[in-house]
């Protein structure tokens, strides 16, 4: 297959470009700085010469957007919502003029409310409220309104992937446990949500060869509680130190380290109905076996 991906010089983009390539498919990549072969300069605020690259495409996984991990101010504000729904609005476009097949839309599981009752799913889940919610429902609206009806379009709303490396949310956990901060944040009973990299790639594969569109939850099926999804953490790093840290405390920190408390405190509680339904298997459903096999890599 031929597989474009806007955005895809990010973490997410380069866990796609490796698991894709290393099937032998060939793998676009759309950057507004492109260093790497295979990597094309594109300007989403306009149709240019970067439309070529989609011709003859079996499928555009679009992951363009800026980081999340910030203060959010007006101006950050701004950039997240435009970088998402300014890219996607020109990528509407170039589909409807080249006939892309398969069009898989990033989203976010944060889409969800906050849920410590019960868990959310494609066909019972409830929408959120707040910024981030509001992000997450006009990236997908851009992508659901755009004039190409000839292409199946899918929303990925993605967990947290955990995979060693720099850069990945992985890391940031490891340094919290391994500096002796690995106990409850907040009241700990927010749900973590999230997946291994290789279920993450599995799954995107599994969407381009399926018939599914639409939400689609890309989450493991086996969430945990931010205490018990530490204390295994920890255990599996061999680390006995576990200083818990109050909502005061992340708050401080969160502003000295420029993100928000909302990664860590929000309860996201979500389970991949639809993947589950549809016959997909996951490599590593359990955290305290995805954890050892990441650590593995350490």
Not at 3 to 32: C, D
Not at 67 to 94: F, M, P, Q, W
Not at 157 to 168: L, N, Q, S, W, Y
């Amino acid at each position: 297959m031929k597989i474009v991906i806007p955005g895809g010089s990010g973490y997410l983009g380069r866990l796609l470009t490796r698991h894709f390539g290393t099937l032998g498919h060939e793998v676009v990549v759309l950057a507004r700085e492109p260093s790497e072969p295979g990597h094309v300069r594109w300007d989403p605020t306009e149709i240019g010469e970067w439309v070529s690259a989609l011709e003859g495409a079996d499928a555009l996984i679009n992951l363009a957007g800026r980081s999340v991990n910030c203060r959010y101010d007006e101006d950050n504000r701004r950039e997240i919502l435009a970088s998402r729904v300014e890219t996607t609005l020109a990528l509407g476009k170039a589909v409807a003029r080249t006939g892309i097949p398969v069009w898989i839309n990033s989203s976010s599981a944060t889409i969800y409310r906050h849920a410590e009752d019960r868990p959310q799913t494609e066909s019972e889940g409830e929408i959120g409220t707040g910024f981030s919610v509001d992000v997450c429902k006009k990236w997908e609206q851009s992508c659901m309104e755009s004039d190409a009806p000839e292409t199946r379009k899918v929303l990925a709303r993605t967990a947290m992937v955990f995979e060693p490396g720099e850069g990945g949310v992985f890391e940031a956990f490891y340094d919290i446990v391994h500096r002796g901060f690995g106990g409850p944040m907040g009241d700990g009973r927010q749900m973590v949500s999230w997946i291994h990299a290789k279920d993450y790639c599995r799954a995107i594969e599994f969407l381009i060869g399926s018939s599914l569109t639409g939400p689609v939850n890309i989450a493991s099926p086996n969430p945990l509680p931010n205490a018990e999804f530490l204390r295994v953490l920890r255990r599996e790093m061999h680390t006995r130190v576990a200083l818990p840290t109050t909502r005061w405390m992340l708050e401080v920190g969160a502003q000295w380290l420029g993100t928000e408390t909302e990664l860590l405190l929000k309860s996201r509680w979500v389970l991949p109905e639809r993947l589950l339904e549809s016959g997909f298997e996951f490599c590593h459903p359990f955290w305290d076996e995805a954890a050892r096999d990441i650590l593995a890599s350490y």
